[in-house]
């Protein structure tokens, strides 16, 4: 069984380095390349200011923040989610330093940046020269991002998903993450068997008219 996260985080800056903090993570896990409708999303207190620009990419402003928890009551959480997974992330090493800063200043073990499959690696070895920012492979595929005004790491985790489906070679069960509810391979098995499962009856006319048919044919096989 193989088993990713796709991930996206929200942030006040660029750098962790420069004091900046993960301000959101949006998680949808796939198995065996299958959304199976598991999903993790948390807002954070970064306990510092929301710098405009930033403010501008995702529209979370300190206020509305500084009512959620901080990373540290968050962290176990967020690791009981992922595990030992995969992840594939849209420019991964934005996010998993950011992720690992936190991490680290609270003692923890960094996240192993082999782990992660980058999607801007993967789009610009498949379209050489081609733009390789979400909006335009949504584009590209065809993919429905017209709820994204705003960036949102839950929003965006659901797009790169369909988007990496794409990128290795297809969406071939006729998912679409991107908004829309996720329904997993073993809901989709149940209801096939439930719907062979179901009797279909023939009605006394029916058989009536098969016995007549039959009757017609001369010579058959289960006449013999």
Known sequence: M???????????????KSGH??????CVEMVNQVATGEMYHQYINPERDMPEKAFSIHGLSEDFLSKKPVFADIADD?????????????????????LNW???????????????????????????????????????????????QLHGALLDARLLADVYLELIGGRQRGL????????????IAATKADRLSRPH???SDELAAHEAFKKKISDAVWSK
């Open 2 to 16: 193989m088993r990713e996260i796709v991930l996206d985080t929200e942030t006040t800056g660029l750098s962790p």
């Open 176 to 187: 679409s993450l991107g908004g829309q509810h996720v329904v997993a391979e073993t809901e």
């Open 102 to 148: 936190e991490l680290e200043a609270l003692g923890l073990g960094p996240l192993a940046m082999d782990r992660a499959t980058d999607t801007v690696s993967l789009a610009r070895q498949k379209f050489p020269g081609a733009p390789a920012s979400l909006d335009a492979l949504c584009k590209r595929f065809q993919i429905d991002n017209s709820n994204r």
């Open 78 to 98: 967020f690791l009981d989610f992922v595990g030992d997974a995969r992840f594939v992330i849209h420019n991964a090493e934005f996010d998993m330093n950011f």
């Open 201 to 203: 009856v023939a009605s």
């Open 21 to 26: 903090k993960v301000v959101e993570i949006g």
